[in-house]
């Protein structure tokens, strides 16, 4: 459920008419509700009920800093994977001791600075990786708590790009390798183990590959344990999946996950980490368009939009589909026509649906792609020297700006030109 729907006519935010945004704004434009994103958070707050657990939000999925101090102010924590998601999520005044270090590849640059400013724990990903932590925070004088972030060899059903947990993925260590890897890292200098960390991948529609690698945890929190660790934390990860159609898709509720931590991982005992994006800010957001012109092509009709690829990139990488709906509210029972809806770069790759049914739309018509909150602004990049996309939050009646569009002079003056040219 989300707070975008039809009112007198016209689609809101909330209580704030989208028209009313993007005339002060312009297009292309995310808005995002500050209700939806608080309410889904709550649902895994409450699946989680009773168990003691943190709830820890991926950055990566949708960064502004104003999202995050919304989250952190209503207790998330938060799971980062750079040290610019740690500055966010600090300068979001989340404290260190909430926030969770996942990636495969974290730098020692980034390793000091979490360690220095604080951090809850490291969730380390290879051998490697655990001797550089441990020369790093060996050379502080600190020890890193950290988890290992087991690879359970599971199929996750995803998107290939978005599948993190089967064996020829990159990510993690090898499960039947885990017991002899903590038996090393429980030697290391500056290094305390305290957990188990999993995460299968993104988008998942059914909860059987959570079962799988969650029973998988558990079986191995057991031996490590009777190894002699103090294993006490779980972190299992992000990745349940949303319905992007809405007529048809009905992935599984965090209510029934949360039956499925306690169920597999419960009686364990351990603080339970989870580390949802997707979900609590998928559908907390929308990318506003306006249509540039509607053209017709041999057999085929395009509607050419200002947002483009680089706004919004999933359908071109991930061949994902978003909902996308006018602005202004069509009349019950109108005939709809396909249209192929591109937007304005020199790619066809620019192409965010097929033969899509609208109902009638026109040159300077709004439209709005639904489920854009996730994975949307955080991906946009500047190519075609397109301004990046601003960013709206909407709470109640008010909407602020929380990141404007920039100016072509602010963009070229991040060039400098040698002196020798
Ligand atoms: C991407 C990611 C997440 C978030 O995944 P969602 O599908 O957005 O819930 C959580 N943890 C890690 C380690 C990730 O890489």
Redesign the pocket.
Known sequence: MDHFLYRGGQLMAEDVAISEIVAETGTPVYVYSAATLLRHLKLFEDALDGLPHLVCF?V??LGNVAVLKLLGEAGAGM?I?SGGEYARARAAGVPGERIVF?GVGKTREEMRMALEGGIRQF?VESEPELHALSDVASSLGKAAPITIRVNPDVDAKTHAKIA?GKSENKFGIPIARARDVYAMAAKLPGIEVIGVDV?IG??LTELAPFEAAFTKVAELTESLRADGHDIRRLDL????GIPYERINEAPPLPFDYGALIRRTVGHLGCEIEI?????VAGNAGLLVSRVTYAKSGEGRDFLILDAAMNDLVRPSMYDAHHDIIPVAEPEAGVETKPWDIVGPVCETGDTFARERELPPVAEGDFVAFRSAG?YGAVMASEYNARPLVPEVLVSGDQFAVIRRRPSYEEMIARDSIPEWL
């Open positions: 991926a990566k999925s799971d994977v996942s969730n993190t995460h993104s988008q990860g992000g990745g349940l580390e949802p994006g997707r979900l996730a």
